[in-house]
């Protein structure tokens, strides 16, 4: 088996100051081995749905995707949360109703809301430039919906902290809401004064912002005085879970960060994002575990030259009883209820799957994430 690069992953709470209290920010870390100085790229999340669950604000999803692309190219990639949100201390407190029952809608509060996450972003940003393994002068922001969009608003508060700006499926209220067009417009505004090209990354079929609002969106960014590129080359079904997939993105990507006098160095160990028909069917037995505190694990028992029988078990599905067979390098599951989940090898010791959730209306909602092999 090829040895695969160590990714050094670790979390700490770093100590601020915002809006007069005290409190620790809860940071993840993933970086390549060795000392640096590494090109940086800085992920800000998103929301929690409606906002009406509370269970959800404290739990930390990892961009493993993103993670995984950019620290097997040599860059160091920092995940902070902010007040209140995945591990950080702090009340969670970006633009709810008076009741607190559900996000806000409506100017008055949303954008409040959104000025307290990025005085969050730019005090943990200064936090991050610090570190000795973090080349101040090669920083790129970027972020998945809520983050998105403050990622380009803070690189227009602070041009001078930033390479780049990467905005995955950004937005601040979804498009079905009356003010959703001065609410986001008014934020990604914010990000004019950057000065330099932005990228925006859009895929069809999203809920929350299509790609008609979104063009809109741009379109008056760059009118505004902003610069930027437009990509939204994807398969139907991706939608809000665009940054889950980088074999789409990834080209475009790294055409903008070249422009932008900040390279991704190709490497051999990188994921690929596609099947490989080639690869055996032995290569799938063992026991695969969720790629950074994801709640997943699968394992394969047996192989015969033609079908896998293996267990998952998720913490969304029960424990069940796989007995499909792989074809083109993909090992499929069905459900019953049309919903079907995928697994292929991206290397020897990582595992992408895919779910599929099946809508009522026929359109499928796409999740990626990513187990490692338990050598244990």
């Known amino acids: 088996m090829r040895e695969s690069p160590k990714v050094i992953s670790e979390r700490l709470m770093a100590p601020l100051v915002l809006?007069?209290?005290?409190?620790?920010?809860?940071?993840?870390?993933?970086?390549?081995?060795?000392?640096g100085p590494f090109p940086t790229l800085i992920n800000h999340h998103g929301s929690t749905g409606w906002g009406d669950n509370p269970e959800l604000f404290a739990m930390y999803w990892a961009p493993v995707g993103t993670i995984e692309y950019f620290v097997s190219r040599n860059w160091c990639v920092v995940v902070p949360s902010r007040r209140g949100r995945g591990g950080s201390e702090g009340m969670y407190d970006e633009g709810f109703t008076p009741e607190r029952d559900h996000y806000a809608v409506c100017s008055r509060y949303s954008l409040p809301g959104a000025?307290?996450?990025l005085t969050d972003i730019d005090a943990v940003t200064e936090v991050v430039r610090e570190w000795s393994f973090?080349?101040?002068?090669?920083?790129?922001?970027?972020?998945?919906?809520?983050?998105?969009?403050?990622?380009?608003?803070?690189?227009?508060?602070r041009p001078d902290l930033y390479r780049g700006v990467i905005n995955f499926v950004g937005g601040w209220i979804g498009g079905k809401n009356p003010e959703h067009n001065h609410v986001n417009q008014t934020l990604f505004n914010r990000g004019v004064?950057?000065?330099?090209?932005?990228?925006?990354?859009y895929a069809p079929g999203d809920p929350f912002y299509s790609l008609a609002n979104t063009r809109k969106y741009f379109e008056k960014f760059v009118k505004a005085g902003g610069k930027g590129v437009f990509f939204d080359d994807f398969p139907d079904g991706i939608g809000?879970?665009?940054?889950?997939?980088?074999?789409?993105?990834?080209?475009?990507?790294?055409?903008?960060?070249?422009?932008?006098?900040?390279?991704?160095?190709?490497?051999?160990?990188?994921?690929?994002?596609?099947?490989?028909?080639?690869?055996?069917?032995?290569?799938?037995?063992?026991?695969?575990?969720?790629?950074y505190d994801f709640p997943a694990s699968v394992r394969?028992?047996?192989?015969?030259?033609?079908?896998?029988?293996?267990?998952?078990?998720?913490?969304?599905?029960?424990?069940?009883?796989?007995?499909?067979?792989?074809k083109d390098g993909v090992l499929q599951h069905n459900f019953k209820n049309g919903a079907f989940i995928e697994f292929f090898l991206g290397r020897e010791d990582v595992m992408i799957a895919t779910y599929a959730s099946e809508k009522k209306d026929g359109q499928r909602t796409l999740t990626r994430f990513l187990l490692k092999r338990d050598l244990d």
């Open 19 to 35: 809006d007069g209290e005290c409190v620790q920010l809860a940071v993840r870390i993933y970086r390549p081995d060795g000392v």
């Open 115 to 117: 000025d307290r996450a």
């Open 134 to 157: 973090v080349d101040p002068e090669r920083i790129v922001a970027s972020g998945v919906s809520r983050g998105g969009i403050l990622s380009v608003a803070h690189a227009g508060q």
């Open 193 to 201: 004064p950057f000065g330099k090209n932005t990228l925006w990354v």
């Open 240 to 291: 809000h879970a665009a940054e889950q997939f980088p074999e789409h993105w990834g080209p475009a990507v790294g055409a903008y960060l070249a422009g932008q006098g900040v390279s991704l160095r190709e490497e051999s160990h990188a994921i690929r994002y596609r099947p490989d028909p080639t690869r055996p069917t032995s290569d799938f037995v063992g026991k695969w575990e969720g790629a």
């Open 300 to 326: 394969i028992r047996s192989v015969s030259s033609q079908r896998v029988d293996g267990e998952y078990r998720f913490q969304i599905f029960s424990q069940t009883k796989l007995q499909s067979g792989i």
